[in-house]
């Protein structure tokens, strides 16, 4: 580990030349005491230069399509086994309530999270879809985000696990933005006794591929790290430079999340120890210097409900969806802060809360949205194009 004053003389070098190699990320994100602070600032610093003094967040109304999965993360309380009497599908009519509930509140995103392909492995999945009418959860989705999209002028974005390019490319046509986390590189949480094993979706090259091919079709894109399920330091730094890289080549990625592991009771993980606030701090200030001054950092507030304010000083500048009206169905322990709370937070911080669409303002263009969600977005009163929206 690098001594204090040999971590602030690379911290200098960094600002001088505005950018992160990796053998320095691997060095700051041990830095601890005043290495700590001056790295936070540095990153807090440059967070201002694109985006100021405002924090954003976007008023989302969840709805967990179905709670059903081929893959069986150590973490996860949301996924349902076939036989649990809570697993199943939403119906159509679920669907449009929930979304008609979220519009008459004031939202303005659909955030559409679902288990990755459950009829591939569950019979009650298949036959849940043969039911509905739909060949597969893919086609069930495009129908449910193209109703929402067209009855109530809420922009869909989609967490639909990994897929093809060819079911990107169908999605693309009914949603604003879609998201997968990468969670982390690393190959050996695939193990036995490791959080992704018996994942198939878990496999980081899987992922790395289907975000590649969102670049592609220029699909504005969410991805992430999730901080604290085995991964060491210096993966958390290889996850956020293989993020930069497609960034670099594709320039889709529209937000990175910094995500905390949570430890739910009924799962294998439900007594692994959690991050600290400090890993919190390191892994969002690197990301910072690892990702530019542009790039959209976020850090979920309810999975950190005493501290959350201390990440706009490590360089976060957005919370995420928030719902005045549906729980968080991944982390159901964690309730959302009300808007007042947040903003006083944000606030306190010396920060300015705005509201924004699932898709950031760079990206609300003809050339990144398909075109029956442009027109959608085009001939709303809650569209940018309207009301002067900035973030």
């Known amino acids: 580990m690098k001594s204090p004053a040999s971590l602030a003389a ?33 990153a807090a610093e440059w967070s201002a230069q694109s985006h100021g003094r405002t924090v954003s967040f976007s008023r989302n109304v969840f709805i967990p399509l179905t709670n059903l999965c081929r893959d069986h993360c150590g973490y996860c309380a949301f996924v349902k086994a076939p036989g649990d009497p809570a697993a199943r599908y939403l119906t159509p009519d679920e669907v449009l309530a929930l979304a008609r509930t979220g519009a008459a509140h004031g939202c303005r995103e ?5 288990g990755d392909k459950p009829e591939w492995t569950h019979r009650a999945a298949r036959d849940a879809l043969q039911r ?54 690393s190959e ?14 878990k496999h980081p090259q899987a992922r790395l591929r289907m975000m590649e091919d969102a670049g592609r079709l220029r699909i504005p894109f969410t991805t992430g790290l999730l901080i604290g399920i085995g991964e060491t330091p210096e993966e958390r730094v290889d996850t956020l430079f293989a993020i930069a890289d497609l960034h670099r080549r ?20 439900a007594h692994h120890p959690e991050p600290t606030v400090w890993d919190m701090l390191r892994a969002l200030a690197v990301a910072r210097l690892i990702l530019g001054p542009e790039m959209n950092l976020q850090a979920p507030p309810n999975l950190a409900p005493e501290v959350y304010g201390l990440y706009l000083l490590a360089g976060a500048n957005d ?16 309730p959302w802060p009300k808007l007042d709370e947040l903003r006083a937070v944000t606030e306190a911080a010396g920060y300015q809360l705005v509201e924004r669409l699932p898709v950031y303002p ?10 029956r969600v442009w027109e959608r977005l085009a001939s709303s009163d809650a569209s940018p194009l309207h009301d002067g929206y900035t973030q």
């Not at 995420?320 to 729980?327: L, R």
Request: contains cysteine; hydrophobic residues 45%; aromatic residues 8%.
């Open 110 to 114: 659909a955030l559409f999270s679902l």
């Open 10 to 42: 690379l911290l200098r070098r960094v600002a001088r030349r505005g950018r992160v190699t990796r053998a320095e990320a691997y060095a700051l994100i041990h830095a601890q005491g005043p290495a700590l602070a001056d790295l936070m600032a540095l």
């Open 362 to 371: 760079a990206y609300v263009h003809p050339d990144w949205l398909a075109p």
């Open 132 to 185: 509905l009418g739909y060949p597969s959860t893919t086609a069930y989705l495009h129908a449910m985000a193209g109703r929402v999209l067209d009855e109530t002028g809420l922009l869909p974005h989609l967490n639909p696990g990994v897929l093809t390019y060819d079911e990107l490319a169908q999605l693309r046509e009914v949603s604003a933005s879609m998201g997968l986390m990468l969670e982390s590189v």
């Open 319 to 334: 919370w995420g969806g928030v719902s005045p009206v549906t729980q968080d169905h991944i982390n159901p322990e964690a």
């Open 250 to 269: 594709y320039g889709h990625i529209q937000e990175v999340i910094v995500q905390n592991f949570r430890a739910k009771p009924g799962t294998r993980m």
């Open 188 to 201: 050996r949480l695939l193990q036995p006794g490791g959080p992704h094993f018996g994942c198939p979706d």
